[in-house]
Every structure is written in structure tokens, then in C-alpha cells.
């Protein structure tokens, strides 16, 4: 039997590793602070991302995303909700 | 007879008893049972009062409690020394046996990281802070009180309704 990843605490196999999406301008991104935009939310967040601004979609828009310390191990699209809660506007002209 | 303050019931078999705290559930009540010697149709009017005392010790710091002392039977190719032998340093040659022995079990090794009650607790009120604190979609579900999962919300979600909270215990 193949360890699990006690790190990432997921049920994936040890052996793959944990899944990302290699980001060609993360560089850039650390260095001029540029966020980047992305659909990956199933990208985990590696040591690597500490500090980068994410663009992360939610199906409609891309909401910001700063990545700390903690957010190690996580998914990018846990940051990016998805739902927004029922709030009734009442119309004036009517 | 209440143990680290928990009451367990006199007419209650021990390893039924025993998952009357918090995070002792029946796996874990039978191998401390196990680990202790203590027999399966015990009740726990009739444990000894050597077995309480190790069974408290045990739930008090279960990770510094030394494993228990095995001494395996001689092989059949041991050839016993000679009677006028010292007995020191055979003993020495035993303890130092007994100290170079790990825990190798996975049992063993599962319950010297036990949690239990207040401990426990904490952790896991941690853990739900840790959600919180960085923001995501889990935290967010346990503050308001709703199903993290992906559990339906329309009807029941009464657990969570109860349950989830930040400040969960």
C-alpha cells in the first residue's frame, strides 16, 4: 500500500503528487505583483504561490484571491465563492 | 466509577464503558483494552484496582505512556548459560533489549496519538478557526451554520443547523 499525502490531508495517492496547474508567468507575477487570471480552481496552492494575487473564476467573474502562509494545501477555487445569498431589493417604481 | 472525571457505569462491560468519553469510540475502547490486559467480558466493577490506576495514567497522557514490556519466550536453539553466571549483566542485556525495542504496531502507534475530550475538542475547534481565519468556502459554511459538504439545504440539514458553528464546543 502507497502512502497518502498526511501534508495535503487529501485522499489522493502519494506517488502523483499533489495537482497544479504550472502557471507560465507566476515570476513575473511575484515580482511586479501582476494578478493572474485564471479558471484553475482546482489547482492546489503551493509553497511557491505565497504572496501571489489570484484571479480565481467563480463562473462569472474573477474575485481576488491573496495567498498566504495557511492557504498551503488548499484548493484556489475554496477562496473564490461560488453562491451569493438571497438578498430581496425591493422596486421603487412600481 | 468515575475515571478523569467521567462516569462509567458498574454494570457496564469495560470496553462499552470506555466509549463513554469523548473520541474513545469501540475501536479505540478495544485496544486500550487490549493494551491494558484487560478482558473482554470485564465489567468495570470488577477491574482491579491496579488496572484503574494504569487505565487513568494511560487516558491521562497516552503518549508518554512506555509501551508495555514484552519479553519473548527463549527460541529452541537457545542454549542457557551457565548456572555460576552473574545476573547483572543478563538483566542489562534485557533492558537494553526493552529500550531498543520501537512500537512498531500500527495499534500502538494510533494510540499514543489519542485525543481525547478537551483535548480534542480544541483540535477540532482549531481546525475550524484554521477555515475561518484563511477564508474559505468551509469556514464560510460552518458560520452560517449550514452543511459543508454539498448537502441538500432546501429541507433537513438539521445537524448542521446544530452543529456547525465556529464556536463549536
Given at each position: 500500500m502507497r502512502p497518502t499525502l498526511s501534508l495535503l490531508?487529501?485522499?489522493?495517492?502519494a506517488w502523483k503528487g499533489p495537482f497544479f496547474v504550472a502557471f507560465p508567468n507566476l515570476k513575473d507575477?511575484?515580482?511586479?505583483n501582476v494578478p493572474i487570471h485564471t479558471r484553475a480552481r482546482s489547482c492546489t496552492i503551493l509553497p511557491n504561490f505565497v504572496g501571489i494575487r489570484f484571479?480565481?473564476?467563480?463562473?462569472?467573474?474573477?474575485?481576488p484571491v491573496i495567498v498566504t502562509q495557511d492557504m498551503v494545501g488548499h484548493k484556489l477555487g475554496e477562496f473564490s465563492h461560488t453562491k451569493k445569498r438571497f438578498i430581496y431589493k425591493q422596486t421603487k417604481n412600481k | 466509577m468515575h475515571i478523569l472525571g467521567i462516569n462509567l457505569p458498574d454494570s457496564h462491560l469495560t470496553r462499552f464503558a470506555l466509549t463513554n468519553f469523548y473520541g474513545v469510540g469501540h475501536k479505540t475502547a478495544?485496544?486500550?483494552c487490549a493494551r491494558l490486559q484487560i478482558h473482554d467480558r470485564c465489567k468495570v466493577k470488577n477491574l482491579t484496582p491496579f488496572q484503574v490506576t494504569a487505565l487513568s495514567s494511560f487516558l491521562s497522557s497516552p503518549g508518554t505512556v512506555p509501551p508495555i514490556p514484552r519479553l519473548?519466550?527463549?527460541?529452541?536453539?537457545?542454549?542457557?548459560?551457565?548456572?555460576?553466571?552473574?545476573?547483572?549483566?543478563?538483566?542489562?542485556?534485557i533492558e537494553a533489549d526493552q529500550a531498543a525495542r520501537k512500537p512498531k504496531s500500527k495499534a500502538m502507534e494510533a494510540l499514543s496519538s489519542l485525543k481525547i475530550e478537551s483535548e480534542l475538542r480544541r483540535e477540532i475547534?482549531?481546525?475550524?478557526?484554521?477555515q475561518r481565519m484563511i477564508g474559505s468556502y468551509v469556514g464560510k459554511r460552518h458560520a452560517m451554520h449550514l452543511p459543508v459538504r454539498g448537502q441538500n439545504t432546501q429541507t433537513n440539514a438539521k445537524t448542521a443547523r446544530r452543529l456547525n458553528k465556529l464556536e463549536r464546543h
Amino acid at each position: 500500500m502507497r502512502p497518502t499525502l498526511s501534508l495535503l490531508k487529501s485522499g489522493r495517492s502519494a506517488w502523483k503528487g499533489p495537482f497544479f496547474v504550472a502557471f507560465p508567468n507566476l515570476k513575473d507575477a511575484l515580482q511586479n505583483n501582476v494578478p493572474i487570471h485564471t479558471r484553475a480552481r482546482s489547482c492546489t496552492i503551493l509553497p511557491n504561490f505565497v504572496g501571489i494575487r489570484f484571479m480565481v473564476y467563480n463562473g462569472k467573474e474573477y474575485l481576488p484571491v491573496i495567498v498566504t502562509q495557511d492557504m498551503v494545501g488548499h484548493k484556489l477555487g475554496e477562496f473564490s465563492h461560488t453562491k451569493k445569498r438571497f438578498i430581496y431589493k425591493q422596486t421603487k417604481n412600481k | 466509577m468515575h475515571i478523569l472525571g467521567i462516569n462509567l457505569p458498574d454494570s457496564h462491560l469495560t470496553r462499552f464503558a470506555l466509549t463513554n468519553f469523548y473520541g474513545v469510540g469501540h475501536k479505540t475502547a478495544h485496544r486500550i483494552c487490549a493494551r491494558l490486559q484487560i478482558h473482554d467480558r470485564c465489567k468495570v466493577k470488577n477491574l482491579t484496582p491496579f488496572q484503574v490506576t494504569a487505565l487513568s495514567s494511560f487516558l491521562s497522557s497516552p503518549g508518554t505512556v512506555p509501551p508495555i514490556p514484552r519479553l519473548p519466550l527463549a527460541s529452541k536453539s537457545f542454549v542457557a548459560p551457565p548456572p555460576n553466571t552473574p545476573v547483572q549483566p543478563l538483566l542489562a542485556k534485557i533492558e537494553a533489549d526493552q529500550a531498543a525495542r520501537k512500537p512498531k504496531s500500527k495499534a500502538m502507534e494510533a494510540l499514543s496519538s489519542l485525543k481525547i475530550e478537551s483535548e480534542l475538542r480544541r483540535e477540532i475547534r482549531e481546525n475550524i478557526g484554521h477555515q475561518r481565519m484563511i477564508g474559505s468556502y468551509v469556514g464560510k459554511r460552518h458560520a452560517m451554520h449550514l452543511p459543508v459538504r454539498g448537502q441538500n439545504t432546501q429541507t433537513n440539514a438539521k445537524t448542521a443547523r446544530r452543529l456547525n458553528k465556529l464556536e463549536r464546543h
